[in-house]
């Protein structure tokens, strides 16, 4: 079962454990106030995640979190575990 958008894993997320991120299934707007550019195509093309996208990955996922020094890598692996399991039903 997915928990977002981009392959962060929610249920073991420090920010939703602690109140400031409610996760981006259920937020109106992100809690950093900007705009989710991996959401809003999710949503406009109706998926659920990632993942379900033809064009998976995309550069939008694979850059996204770079800046502050995350690695997209493990978003992507998460996202392809996902559409995997939704295969296998």
Do not use: Y
């Amino acid at each position: 079962m997915f928990e977002s958008r981009c392959g962060v894993r929610c249920s073991v997320c420090e920010r939703k454990a602690s109140g400031t991120c409610p996760g981006c299934l259920v937020m109106e707007k992100p809690f950093w106030g900007g705009d989710c550019k991996v959401r809003s195509c999710c949503l406009n093309r109706k998926f659920d995640h990632c993942g379900q996208c033809p064009g998976f990955p995309c550069g939008t996922l694979s850059d996204m979190g770079k800046e502050f020094g995350f690695d997209p890598s493990v978003k992507i692996v998460q996202c392809r575990k996902w559409r995997e399991e939704e295969d296998s039903r």
